[in-house]
């Protein structure tokens, strides 16, 4: 079977309308639709980064996908360690990215 692009008015799940969902990003307004992941609004609007590793600062984003690396954690509503890929943005939510220091012991 070869892959090819259906229609939406052939899609048998029926996709629901698209309902706007507003989020802050380290302060920034961020728009995106119900259903959608942290990592996807923020994937929509060009930013491939959002923290650094502790080590070498290199940038860092969506990588897994699927919940497994941990590089996308950001803090949502206060709540640190949050996988951007797995949770799934609610309007008014307010995300800051993430970047911790090494502890002294591991330099």
């Given at each position: 079977?070869?892959?090819?692009m259906m229609p939406?008015?052939?899609d048998?799940?029926?996709?629901r309308g698209?309902?706007?969902?507003?989020i802050?990003v380290d302060g920034?307004?961020v728009d995106?639709v119900e259903?959608?992941?942290i990592a996807?609004?923020?994937?929509?609007?060009?930013?491939?980064a959002?923290?650094?590793?502790?080590?070498?600062g290199?940038p860092r984003?969506?990588?897994?996908?699927?919940?497994?690396c941990f590089?996308c954690?950001v803090?949502?509503?206060?709540?640190?360690?949050?996988r951007?890929?797995q949770r799934?943005?609610?309007?008014g939510?307010?995300?800051?990215t993430q970047?911790?220091?090494?502890?002294?012991?591991?330099?």
């Amino acid at each position: 079977m070869a892959a090819r692009m259906m229609p939406s008015r052939h899609d048998p799940i029926r996709p629901r309308g698209e309902r706007p969902v507003g989020i802050s990003v380290d302060g920034e307004a961020v728009d995106g639709v119900e259903g959608q992941t942290i990592a996807g609004v923020v994937l929509a609007t060009g930013r491939l980064a959002w923290r650094r590793t502790s080590v070498d600062g290199r940038p860092r984003g969506l990588f897994c996908g699927i919940g497994v690396c941990f590089d996308c954690i950001v803090t949502v509503n206060g709540e640190r360690d949050v996988r951007a890929c797995q949770r799934r943005a609610t309007d008014g939510d307010v995300v800051e990215t993430q970047h911790d220091e090494l502890p002294e012991a591991a330099r």
